[in-house]
């Protein structure tokens, strides 16, 4: 069973070397091969979770080469379960694409779409697989290559602004990667999780809080969390829908994994917990301030992913099994319902050609599926029970209350304020694109080509043009995909119990430390 | 473990170089700064490896203790590689970006300068006012004087809304021309300069104008509701440091998109991919039916 844990990372690898070596033929069996290997990394994700609720860490030495020297791949509870629930959001996402991509043939069709797709997902992966720090910089850098190439496609001047922020602020953050993965090298003489789990407790504080600032500054980049935050939402709110949806669903999130895996088992002992509370509860409320003061659907949807980024946080800076549980719930039911929500954005992108918050208005009545595609998972975003976010909610301020503390209850008031904001944000949402009236056409039925407004005392004519978009039709396959994630979404509240149990016994391996170590080490 | 102080004092000042270049706007120089401080930061993982002078390599002689830690060489090895991969990547979008625009400057975000252009506005506009105030001895001379040097505003403003509408045009969501089947549609109107009327788009340069509405009563901003004669390709062409793109519409600028190229030819008025390529072209100059009452305001 242990030889299915490289699987997630070399099947998706091994279809981009097909992929490229074809090249621009066989399109169609390359998209079918495309959904097929993503199914099975799905499927194996999901043996390895039930593998390893049952049987503890899977463990798989690459080459037979003991820890110091190999390769090591480990899934535990916690990586099996992102693993999952990163496999179905992502072939979810792919069938999106696949439906927006359409028939294209010949010299046309794009070629890099599915391998670069492939390698991202290969990347994230190996980044929830890794035992050892060098694999895990090894995965971000194939996260962060093929994301590259996503986030640039087709690039015109603002996709090519974007990207650029988006490389710079990359390659920085790789860079302390590197110095924190040399410092913790040259300070321990091992890269291994378990190895250092052992070490790291012998070295003099100082150096070691260094070494664990050093990581969490670089993971808080990844994650956006608040003060490292500013690129996100200048960068992700461009690029094409699906790729938009799969990175505020996965990449940030697995900057978060990264938090909580050393947080609990290199770094034990919850030291940087005031200004992890700090930093969550301030990207909390500044992240939902931004989402309020935003007209653009996609921009807006980027910042919520700031804030509720901060949700994960609190639940880690909170240390305790419940707070750990609580984070990893909440990091399960953001992913699936961030990337549904720019998926359903898309879906209004593609049917009234804007995410402009105010020349949408009617979709309700003119466009209803897409309508109730939306509000789900705003709703559940929002905490309204009985849907995912909720419960997500319900068990980290649990973990609050448990806790006791006063700044536990200080961010339990930053927790609820965030999440009435973002209550209101949606609401706002669908008020404005939604439920109120269409704006009427005017006499110049396109904006793009209508006259532009003057300047001077006319100006407030500019801040809402009546007109609307005209509408297009969506594809099938691009609704349907949706339809999904939102059923996936929903299907949180149904599986809720072995959801939580798994989460439960996920945050008590992590805090015990002992069966990861001993799974890796041998006991 | 004793390590080498001239590698770190390097691996230090290479890190700090490095850095500075990266916070500057050219992505070329950019790039430069990645390649210095990721150098840096190699030989700061080389200093990991401990005392220098240990023999690189495994031959008779040389004892399992006593050679060189092999294990910084591979973290570097591998960083070179992906410093390697990340430089060919960053050097394609310099290009693309040269191609785009004219330059590899990084520009500023759209809705950033919004928020900074609204304040900007509000404070220009009182700074002005108490100038013109000082100068003008009487009304007369006093409106004169604020009436020019809310000109020049006015113009810089103009450049920046250019600025902001092409970038807006540009935020559409272009995933159906990359990916998407539907043929190059016959007989679109290829606009002279690629996107006749490209800064005209009317989203993208709402925000700013806002402060505009409070001071409406100011007689002389009306006039300047028409954009100046040469039309937007002249805007283009001034607009700001981060707006020069006259490459956009060379032949080859196009080129990495191959067939796309002549379905973006008529630019954002044109419906790209839309179910109706006979689209009519866009007014060539929507202005001109404004400038009589700007003439009008102008002598009053």
Same mark, same amino acid.
């Given at each position: 069973?242990?030889?299915?844990?490289?699987?997630?990372?070399?099947?998706p690898?091994?279809?981009?070397?097909w992929?490229?070596?074809?090249?621009?033929?066989?399109?169609?069996?390359?998209r079918?091969a495309s959904?097929?290997?993503?199914?099975?990394v799905?499927?194996?994700?999901?043996?390895?979770?039930v593998?390893?609720?049952?049987n503890?860490?899977?463990?798989?030495h690459?080459g037979?080469?003991?820890?110091?020297?190999?390769?090591?791949?480990?899934?535990?509870r916690?990586?099996?379960?992102?693993?999952?629930?990163s496999?179905?959001?992502?072939?979810l996402?792919?069938?999106?694409?696949?439906g927006?991509?359409?028939?294209?043939?010949?010299?046309?069709?794009i070629t890099f779409?599915h391998?670069?797709?492939?390698?991202?997902?290969?990347?994230?992966?190996?980044?929830?697989?890794?035992?050892?720090?060098?694999?895990?910089?090894?995965?971000?850098?194939?996260?962060?290559?093929?994301?590259?190439?996503?986030i640039?496609?087709a690039?015109?001047?603002a996709?090519?602004?974007?990207?650029s922020?988006?490389v710079i602020v990359?390659?920085?953050?790789?860079l302390?990667?590197?110095?924190?993965?040399?410092?913790?090298y040259?300070?321990?003489?091992?890269?291994?999780?378990?190895?250092?789990?052992?070490?790291?407790?012998?070295?003099?504080?100082?150096?070691?809080?260094?070494?664990e600032?050093?990581?969490?500054?670089?993971f808080g980049?990844?994650?956006?969390?608040f003060?490292?935050?500013?690129?996100l939402p200048?960068?992700?709110?461009?690029?094409?829908?699906?790729?938009?949806?799969?990175?505020?669903?996965?990449?940030?999130?697995v900057?978060?994994?990264?938090?909580?895996?050393?947080?609990?088992?290199?770094f034990?002992?919850?030291?940087?917990?005031a200004?992890?509370m700090?930093?969550?509860?301030?990207?909390?409320?500044?992240?939902?301030?931004?989402?309020v003061?935003?007209?653009?659907l996609?921009?807006?949807?980027?910042?919520?992913?700031?804030?509720?980024?901060?949700f994960?946080l609190?639940g880690?800076a909170?240390?305790?099994?419940?707070?750990?549980s609580?984070?990893?719930?909440?990091?399960?039911h953001?992913?699936?319902?961030?990337?549904t929500?720019?998926?359903?954005?898309?879906?209004l992108?593609q049917?009234y050609?804007?995410?402009?918050?105010?020349?949408l208005g009617?979709?309700?009545?003119?466009?209803p599926?897409?309508a109730v595609?939306?509000?789900?998972?705003?709703?559940?975003?929002?905490g309204?029970?009985?849907?995912?976010?909720?419960?997500?909610?319900?068990g980290?301020?649990?973990a609050g209350?448990?806790?006791?503390?006063?700044?536990?209850?200080v961010a339990?008031?930053?927790?609820?304020v965030?999440?009435?904001?973002?209550?209101y944000?949606?609401?706002?949402?669908?008020?404005?694109?939604?439920?109120r009236?269409?704006?009427?056409?005017?006499?110049a039925?396109?904006p793009?080509?209508a006259e532009?407004?003057?300047?001077?005392r006319?100006a407030?004519?500019?801040?809402?043009?009546?007109?609307?978009?005209?509408?297009?039709?969506?594809?099938?396959?691009?609704?349907?995909?949706?339809?999904?994630?939102?059923?996936?979404?929903?299907?949180?509240?149904?599986?809720?119990?072995?959801?939580?149990g798994?989460?439960?016994?996920?945050?008590a391996?992590l805090?015990?430390?002992?069966?990861?170590i001993?799974?890796?080490?041998?006991? | 473990?004793?390590v080498?102080?001239?590698?770190l004092?390097?691996?230090?000042?290479?890190?700090?170089?490095g850095s500075?270049?990266?916070?500057?706007r050219?992505?070329?120089?950019?790039?430069?700064?990645v390649?210095i401080?990721?150098?840096?930061v190699?030989?700061f993982v080389?200093?990991?490896?401990g005392?220098?002078?240990?023999?690189?390599l495994?031959?008779?002689?040389?004892?399992?203790?006593?050679?060189?830690d092999?294990?910084?060489?591979?973290?570097?090895?591998?960083?070179v590689?992906i410093?390697?991969g990340?430089?060919a990547?960053?050097?394609?979008?310099?290009?693309?970006?040269?191609?785009?625009?004219?330059s590899?400057?990084?520009?500023?975000?759209?809705s950033?300068r919004?928020?900074?252009?609204r304040?900007e506005?509000?404070?220009?506009?009182?700074?002005?006012?108490a100038k013109?105030?000082?100068?003008?001895?009487?009304r007369?001379t006093a409106?004169g004087?604020?009436?020019?040097?809310?000109?020049?505003?006015?113009?810089?403003?103009?450049n920046d809304?250019?600025?902001?509408a092409?970038?807006g045009?540009?935020?559409?969501?272009?995933?159906?021309?990359?990916?998407?089947?539907?043929?190059?549609?016959?007989?679109?109107?290829e606009?002279?300069?690629?996107a !006749?009327? #490209?800064?005209? @788009?009317? &989203? *993208? /340069?709402? $925000? %700013?104008? =806002? !402060?505009? #509405?409070p001071d @409406?009563p &100011? *007689? /002389?901003? $009306? %006039?300047? =509701?028409a954009?100046?004669?040469?039309?937007?390709q *002249?805007?283009?062409?001034t607009?700001?440091p981060q707006?020069?793109?006259?490459?956009r519409t060379a032949?080859d600028?196009?080129?990495?998109?191959?067939?796309?190229?002549?379905?973006?030819?008529?630019?954002?008025?044109?419906?790209?991919?839309?179910?109706?390529?006979?689209?009519p072209?866009?007014?060539?100059?929507?202005?001109?039916?404004?400038?009589?009452?700007?003439?009008?305001e102008e002598?009053?």
């Amino acid at each position: 069973m242990n030889a299915l844990v490289p699987l997630p990372v070399v099947l998706p690898i091994a279809f981009c070397g097909w992929s490229v070596a074809v090249g621009p033929r066989l399109i169609a069996l390359q998209r079918i091969a495309s959904v097929a290997m993503l199914a099975t990394v799905l499927a194996v994700d999901v043996i390895l979770l039930v593998q390893a609720d049952r049987n503890g860490p899977l463990v798989v030495h690459l080459g037979d080469f003991a820890p110091p020297l190999g390769v090591t791949l480990v899934a535990d509870r916690l990586s099996a379960l992102m693993l999952t629930v990163s496999g179905a959001v992502t072939l979810l996402v792919l069938l999106y694409a696949m439906g927006q991509e359409g028939r294209a043939r010949g010299p046309r069709a794009i070629t890099f779409f599915h391998p670069a797709y492939q390698v991202l997902i290969a990347g994230v992966s190996l980044t929830f697989l890794a035992g050892d720090l060098v694999n895990l910089y090894v995965g971000f850098e194939i996260m962060l290559m093929a994301s590259f190439v996503l986030i640039t496609v087709a690039s015109n001047e603002a996709r090519l602004r974007a990207g650029s922020t988006y490389v710079i602020v990359s390659l920085a953050s790789s860079l302390v990667f590197l110095v924190g993965i040399a410092l913790t090298y040259a300070a321990t003489g091992t890269v291994n999780f378990a190895q250092l789990a052992i070490a790291l407790g012998d070295l003099p504080i100082g150096i070691r809080t260094l070494s664990e600032a050093l990581l969490l500054t670089v993971f808080g980049v990844k994650a956006a969390v608040f003060p490292v935050a500013a690129w996100l939402p200048d960068s992700y709110p461009t690029a094409p829908a699906p790729v938009t949806a799969v990175f505020a669903g996965l990449l940030t999130k697995v900057g978060v994994y990264c938090m909580i895996r050393t947080e609990t088992l290199l770094f034990p002992g919850n030291r940087l917990s005031a200004i992890l509370m700090t930093v969550a509860c301030a990207s909390m409320l500044i992240g939902i301030l931004g989402a309020v003061a935003q007209t653009d659907l996609k921009r807006l949807l980027s910042f919520t992913l700031v804030s509720h980024i901060g949700f994960m946080l609190y639940g880690l800076a909170l240390g305790s099994a419940a707070g750990i549980s609580g984070a990893i719930v909440y990091t399960a039911h953001h992913i699936t319902v961030q990337t549904t929500l720019f998926l359903a954005c898309g879906l209004l992108e593609q049917r009234y050609g804007t995410t402009e918050l105010t020349r949408l208005g009617g979709a309700v009545r003119s466009a209803p599926l897409i309508a109730v595609l939306w509000f789900v998972p705003a709703m559940s975003l929002a905490g309204i029970p009985p849907l995912s976010g909720f419960l997500g909610k319900l068990g980290l301020i649990r973990a609050g209350v448990e806790d006791g503390g006063n700044w536990a209850y200080v961010a339990i008031g930053f927790v609820m304020v965030s999440s009435l904001l973002t209550l209101y944000v949606v609401t706002k949402v669908w008020n404005l694109a939604f439920w109120r009236t269409a704006p009427e056409p005017d006499a110049a039925p396109d904006p793009v080509r209508a006259e532009p407004p003057p300047l001077g005392r006319n100006a407030t004519l500019v801040l809402a043009p009546p007109q609307k978009a005209p509408e297009r039709a969506v594809p099938r396959l691009t609704t349907g995909a949706t339809v999904a994630a939102v059923l996936l979404g929903l299907a949180y509240t149904f599986l809720a119990t072995p959801l939580v149990g798994v989460a439960d016994r996920g945050a008590a391996e992590l805090l015990a430390r002992t069966p990861y170590i001993e799974a890796v080490l041998g006991s | 473990m004793t390590v080498s102080a001239t590698l770190l004092a390097c691996a230090v000042v290479l890190t700090f170089v490095g850095s500075i270049l990266v916070l500057t706007r050219s992505l070329t120089r950019v790039l430069m700064g990645v390649i210095i401080s990721g150098n840096g930061v190699n030989l700061f993982v080389l200093a990991g490896s401990g005392q220098a002078g240990a023999p690189p390599l495994l031959y008779p002689g040389v004892g399992h203790d006593t050679v060189s830690d092999p294990f910084p060489q591979a973290i570097v090895l591998t960083a070179v590689v992906i410093t390697l991969g990340t430089t060919a990547f960053v050097l394609a979008m310099a290009y693309r970006s040269t191609q785009l625009t004219g330059s590899d400057f990084v520009p500023d975000d759209i809705s950033d300068r919004r928020v900074a252009l609204r304040a900007e506005l509000a404070s220009q506009r009182r700074r002005l006012r108490a100038k013109a105030r000082a100068r003008g001895t009487d009304r007369r001379t006093a409106r004169g004087a604020w009436r020019e040097l809310w000109r020049e505003q006015r113009r810089l403003l103009r450049n920046d809304r250019a600025y902001q509408a092409r970038a807006g045009d540009y935020a559409d969501d272009r995933w159906d021309d990359v990916l998407g089947a539907d043929p190059v549609p016959e007989g679109v109107p290829e606009g002279p300069g690629g996107a !006749p009327g #490209a800064p005209d @788009a009317p &989203d *993208a /340069p709402s $925000a %700013p104008d =806002a !402060p505009d #509405a409070p001071d @409406a009563p &100011d *007689a /002389p901003d $009306a %006039p300047r =509701a028409a954009r100046p004669e040469p039309g937007p390709q *002249a805007e283009r062409d001034t607009s700001g440091p981060q707006g020069r793109r006259a490459m956009r519409t060379a032949p080859d600028a196009q080129a990495p998109r191959g067939p796309q190229a002549e379905q973006d030819a008529p630019g954002p008025q044109g419906p790209r991919n839309s179910p109706d390529p006979q689209a009519p072209p866009p007014p060539q100059d929507p202005h001109d039916p404004q400038d009589p009452p700007a003439a009008e305001e102008e002598s009053r």
